[in-house]
């Protein structure tokens, strides 16, 4: 599992509340990135961070904000669910022997 | 744009069928392909790939890679239920360009 967390693994909220997802590693990859999965669309990238406090956006960044304070935590944050914001949110690091990309196990949440 | 294609979309093999997963890329600066196995949870790393006409293996499954025509393929031998997965493909432009992926193909294989 390449020493990912993800917290919450499941959430519900209701539209217009703010949420924050958490993405935990403990093996000091500078890479992580941040993924929404739908089905139709795959896996779309939407915000990536390559350093503490450096942060880009992806391809699906609008309504999403990031922060980076410590190498081992990447959060994302959702300013105002809305409902098209339903989805599976995977993080992912940049680590490994060929410097490959591990995914954590990633978070459903249902914005109602 | 930087864009990766699989074919087929979805494939219904029985148990010990071969099957061969397809990848097309067009991307600037190609430094690897990657592919992954996606059950009902997250994606996981099955093979790295960087350089033309090296197969990587690992038991049932293989892949190779062709930078002269711009593809992969992924193969699995003697398919059991387990391999039912969407394989998804990914292209790394560049060392610090995020990875472009394709859409998957879906494989289910029946008893």
């Known amino acids: 599992d390449a020493g990912i967390t993800q917290s919450p693994r499941h959430k519900v909220t209701e539209t217009g509340t703010p949420v924050t997802l958490r993405c935990h590693q403990t093996e000091n990859h500078r890479y992580m990135y941040w993924y929404r999965q739908d089905p139709g669309h795959g896996l779309r990238l939407i915000h990536y961070s390559y350093g503490v406090k450096d942060t880009d956006k992806g391809e699906v960044s609008d309504g999403y904000s990031v922060s980076r304070s410590k190498t081992e935590d990447f959060l994302l944050t959702l300013e105002s669910a809305t409902s098209s914001q339903t989805s599976v949110y995977f993080c992912a690091i940049k680590g490994g022997s060929m410097y490959e990309q591990y995914f954590g196990p990633g978070t459903r949440l249902t914005v109602t | 744009e930087d864009k990766v294609v699989q074919s087929p979309l979805s494939l219904v093999v029985h148990e010990g069928d071969t099957v061969t997963l397809n990848c097309s890329y067009e991307v600037t600066n190609f430094r690897s392909l990657l592919w992954y196995k996606q059950e009902k949870k997250a994606p996981t790393f099955l093979f790295m790939l960087t350089s033309s006409g090296i197969e990587k293996k690992s038991g049932r499954l293989s892949s190779i890679l062709d930078k002269k025509e711009l593809f992969s393929i992924l193969n699995i031998t003697a398919t059991q239920t387990g391999d039912s997965a969407v394989y998804l493909c990914?292209?790394?432009?560049?060392?610090?360009?995020?990875?472009?992926f394709g859409k998957g193909t879906r494989l289910s294989v029946i008893a």
């Open positions: 990914a292209v790394e432009p560049s060392g610090n360009t995020p990875l472009v």
